[in-house]
């Protein structure tokens, strides 16, 4: 079956810290690949997406390749801020006939300390 | 206004009890999901429709049943709730296979 594996958290990081969030997964075929960030009280808002190998998903400074090879989609940020404290998820999507389902991994805890 | 809207935002029962969570969507998506969200699990599918006259079960819908009234309304109905059922739910939508946007969740709690 499919299934995403993420780092387990939480992960605490001083403001401009790096941040790698690893994230692997376990596919029959070829899955699209996605990060989620939920934000405290708030519901999943997708944060970038790659659809194909090599691709690259970026968004307010986040940064994830889509690696065949190692089966990964790690998400970097070069600098965190404050606001970047949320909960993080990775998920991966099989088309199965005209459905689009996710399979979500347990998510990643980030608190971002001033 | 919210594009996905779940209700009610929270809710406290007890077990044996009827309950429906409600979801709403402005968006005109013809795909709608509810999934719960446990600590240390994510999100697992719970069942998901792809317009009014299509249901699927998805991962975990033993002890759920879902009714899709309209194209922007989706309801979960757990007929008789258990405090294994004590989670956070969420509804999402899509048009497609384009990504899904999520509602603010529900949380459920039953004594």
Same mark, same amino acid.
């Given at each position: 079956?499919?299934?995403? #594996? ?17 994230? #692997? ?45 190692? #089966? ?7 600098? @965190? ?5 949320? @909960? ?27 | 206004?919210?594009?996905?809207? !779940? ?6 029962? =007890?077990?044996? =009890? ?6 709403? !969507?402005? =968006? ?24 009014? =006259? ?58």
């Amino acid at each position: 079956g499919n299934s995403v #594996t993420q780092m387990e958290g939480p992960v605490t990081l001083s403001e401009e810290a790096f941040l790698t969030i690893n994230c #692997t997964y376990t596919a029959t075929g070829y899955p699209s690949l996605f990060w989620y960030v939920q934000y405290p009280g708030e519901g999943l808002q997708l944060l970038l997406k790659a659809t194909k190998a090599d691709d690259k998903g970026s968004n307010k400074g986040f940064e994830a390749t889509y690696r065949k090879e190692t #089966t990964s989609f790690h998400l970097e940020k070069g600098s @965190v801020q404050v606001s970047d404290s949320a @909960v993080y998820f990775c998920a991966l999507s099989l088309d199965s006939g005209s459905a689009r389902q996710l399979t979500f991994g347990s998510g990643t805890q980030l608190t971002v300390l001033p | 206004d919210a594009d996905v809207t !779940q209700t009610p935002r929270n809710r406290i029962t =007890k077990t044996g =009890k009827r309950i429906m969570l409600e979801c709403s !969507q402005t =968006k005109g998506h013809d795909r709608m999901y509810w999934y719960r969200q446990d600590p240390g699990l994510g999100l697992r599918l719970i069942y998901y429709s792809f317009d009014v =006259k299509d249901i699927n079960k998805g991962e975990i819908s033993d002890g759920y049943s879902v009714s899709r009234q309209a194209q922007a309304k989706f309801s979960l109905s757990l007929e008789s709730a258990i405090p294994n059922q004590t989670a956070l739910y969420f509804c999402a939508t899509s048009e497609g296979v384009q990504p899904q946007h999520f509602g603010d969740g529900t949380r459920l709690s039953i004594l």
